[in-house]
């Protein structure tokens, strides 16, 4: 009941906080960038935004709270309120609820009296029917990907098999919330240093969990609220540029299912005399031919196991609303300016050129040779406008909504520790969208706010640098030189770069450069590496593709409107070509994830239950490098846990790596006890991981002989062992 609050209250915080600080969002989608009417239902920007803007608000309170009050004693009385009630989570949530409680009804009141409740008025109107089925199908879809992949039934966890890997460290940090005391937080996956993981969605995770919400209820519920508000605000931008409902459909549509010519590969791949239909239907593996494609990188499975992504994802999209009219505004302005200057008469002598007195036909050569020449010109001359009336010019720069960029300055640099690279993906295509926009300060103070306050959390959270920039040309790709990394994108993207292309010669003006500043994640994807692996990179990709779509949508939905059969034809065969890979993608996820395919753990397991109830968030323990498994649920903070995710964000595991053998092969117990003081452990988990280990000889007489044993479970091989080492013998 307690988490189901806290959800309602952030919707309703949201609500008060846009109402007060956002007034201009309920309009945001009446007008194209274009100034026309789009009669958009106000429920596809309002919802997400309120849900946005309060998790965030409420999120960091009840963290920064719980930070504040980690070393306090909770009293008893909330004994009878929580379960885990030394946590302090206890204090920080009471005082989070009855905060925001008083604020919301406070806001409300005020905002009736003030008669500035105008985000609620007709916000439900205008959905037609298409749009209702639209958001069911939406719905479904994420009900479908989230609680397929991770589900609780009769006690039992089940993990798909397409996400219990990237799972590890999210159960681990959501459990050392819910079942520790994970502050100052470190990461559970290398304990005892600081967190370089973007924690803060686990933290609300856990923090529903820790207010009495069953664990997949606590992390699906946000993960699918944050997916459908990447729908609702992908349509919204997707209206806002173009004016039409089918290209916001189709935008959504090609967001969802990947353009890749994988499916046609695989198939060309499959021995002749084998039946195509048989083998699709039996296949349960990600297709590809590119570097990890067969992890499920570009496909909607990124969105099950990587649940922070969408609510950065949607972050970005409604920073970007606040943002997209302003490069058009600017181009309106320069045309009124130009027409002002009499350049709509110099156009149209462009059209017929005078030679000795006399008319010369539009054929002529020298008509033609002018033509280019005033083509040249007029170049020259708009260049040159741009550069007097927009760079130098007060309009260019001078901010007329000045409190909204704050906020949002402050709204995108709150979501530094959510998603990071949705934070650097929205600077970078708003530093682009910046260059030709009107009133550049309003990105400035966003982006200013924004790098504020995200070095402020990584100085806060972060010891050291925080990312180490450098080329790296090529991403991925197996060859990257430049044909090789051109060879490469073809095979990741297929029929898409075409309709882009395509797209880029169609649309006119503004609208061109528009598509420039959405490439700019994918060029940086390819050019720059900020961490260790490069890999992560691929969400940079994936942010430009989902913006690069609306004009692939554009392109289609314009080439549809043209009556002719071979036209609308070809349009078919192109959403087709566009979009099978991804389907495929999906039913593969389907099959993937199917309760004998999960990986199924008990809830009420004696090593899990024993975790929880004698570790804390301080207690670190020297384990075999687990993956997932029962240790891990129990919320216990590992030393080393499976390698490639605390070495992906940049902590030395080759060092601890080899620590773990040192201890695991001490030969005696004074050897033992001083790397064990040296690297601060707590627990020390004998298991069968360990006996059969290859990595080392397992000394398990020395550490039976030197600690007390307080926990076993199991026989022979297969028995577990926790030993303190606060137990000497």
């Not at 098999?161 to 990237?166: A, E, N, P, R």
């Not at 010669?505 to 260790?532: E, N, Q």
């Not at 913006?547 to 554009?554: D, N, T």
Request: aromatic share 14%; glycine share 6%; hydrophobic share 45%.
């Amino acid at each position: 009941m307690l988490a189901v609050i806290y959800l309602l209250l952030c919707l309703s915080t949201g609500y008060v906080f846009c109402s007060v600080f956002l007034p201009r969002l309920g309009e945001l989608g009446r007008e194209t960038c274009f100034k026309k009417e789009t009669g958009l239902s106000r429920i596809f920007i309002l919802l997400p935004a309120w849900y946005l803007t309060g998790t965030l608000l409420v999120t960091w309170t009840a963290y920064l709270l719980a930070y504040v009050f980690r070393n306090v004693e909770v009293p008893a009385f909330f004994s009878h309120i929580y379960q885990n009630s030394s946590s302090p989570l206890a204090i920080a949530d009471t005082i989070t609820l009855f905060l925001y409680l008083i604020l919301t009804i406070g806001g409300i009141l005020y905002l009736r009296s003030r008669e500035r409740n105008t985000l609620l008025k007709g916000a439900f109107h205008l959905l037609t029917i298409p749009e209702m089925i639209f958001i069911t199908l939406v719905i479904g879809l994420v009900y479908q990907l989230m609680w397929t992949t991770f589900f609780v039934a009769h006690d039992q966890l089940y993990v798909g098999l397409s996400v219990f890997s990237d799972f590890s460290p999210h159960l681990g940090m959501i459990r050392s919330f819910s079942y520790g005391n994970n502050f100052p937080t470190t990461y559970s996956h290398f304990a005892g240093e600081d967190i370089r993981y973007h924690f803060m969605f686990q933290f609300l995770a856990g923090n529903l969990e820790f207010l009495g919400m069953r664990l997949d209820y606590a992390f699906n519920v946000p993960s699918a609220l944050s997916l459908i508000s990447v729908y609702f605000l992908l349509y919204a931008v997707s209206i806002k540029l173009s004016g039409k409902r089918s290209v916001g459909f189709l935008a959504c549509l090609f967001f969802t299912f990947r353009s890749s010519p994988s499916l046609f590969s695989y198939i060309a791949d499959i021995p002749q005399g084998t039946s195509v239909l048989d083998t699709l239907r039996d296949n349960i593996s990600f297709i590809g031919y590119t570097t990890n494609e067969n992890w499920g990188l570009w496909n909607l499975n990124v969105y099950c196991n990587q649940r922070h992504l969408a609510f950065g994802l949607a972050t970005l999209l409604l920073v970007l609303l606040f943002f997209l009219s302003q490069p058009y505004d600017m181009a309106r302005r320069l045309k009124r300016m130009q027409l002002t200057a009499n350049v709509k008469e110099q156009e149209e002598k462009q059209t017929t050129t005078y030679i000795a007195g006399k008319q010369l036909p539009a054929g002529n050569s020298a008509v033609k040779k002018n033509s280019q020449k005033k083509s040249v010109t007029v170049f020259i001359q708009e260049c040159k406008s741009f550069l007097h009336n927009s760079l130098l010019h007060k309009d260019g720069w001078m901010p007329k909504y000045i409190v909204q960029s704050v906020i949002l300055g402050i709204i995108l640099g709150g979501i530094a520790f959510w998603n990071g690279a949705a934070v650097f993906a929205a600077l970078m295509v708003l530093f682009m969208l910046a260059i030709a926009a009107d009133r550049r300060l309003e990105y400035l103070i966003t982006a200013v706010i924004t790098t504020i306050l995200s070095s402020l959390q990584s100085g806060f959270f972060i010891d050291g640098e925080v990312v180490s920039p450098q080329y790296y040309f090529g991403f991925i790709s197996e060859n990257r030189s430049l044909f090789g990394v051109m060879d490469y994108i073809w095979r990741l993207c297929g029929v898409i770069l075409i309709i882009l292309l395509a797209a880029f010669l169609v649309v006119k003006g503004i609208r061109k450069y528009t598509m420039v500043a959405f490439m700019a994640p994918f060029v940086f994807a390819f050019t720059i590496s900020l961490t260790i692996d490069v890999t992560v990179n691929h969400k940079y990709i994936m942010m430009s593709l989902m913006l690069l779509g609306i004009f692939a949508a554009i392109f289609v939905v314009k080439l549809f409107s043209n009556r002719n059969f071979w036209a609308r034809l070809l349009c078919v065969l192109i959403v087709i070509a566009m979009t099978s890979t991804g389907v495929y993608d999906f039913i593969t996820v389907l099959k993937r994830n199917t309760p004998q395919n999960d990986l199924v753990f008990n809830l009420e397991d004696e090593l899990t239950l024993w975790i929880r109830d004698n570790a804390t968030s301080q207690d670190i323990f020297l384990t075999s490098n687990y993956a997932l498994n029962q240790v891990v649920l129990g919320g216990a903070m590992l030393y080393e846990g499976w390698p490639y995710f605390p070495w992906s964000a940049g902590y030395d595991t080759y060092g601890r790596t080899e620590q773990v053998k040192e201890m695991y092969e001490a030969s005696g117990s004074d050897e033992l006890k001083a790397l064990i003081k040296e690297n601060n452990i707590r627990y020390i988990i004998v298991d069968h991981d360990n006996r059969t280990s290859e990595d080392y000889e397992l000394k398990e007489d020395v550490i039976s002989s030197t600690y007390e044993a307080v926990f076993s479970s199991g026989e022979g091989e297969w028995m577990t062992t926790i030993y303190d080492t606060d137990q000497p013998k």
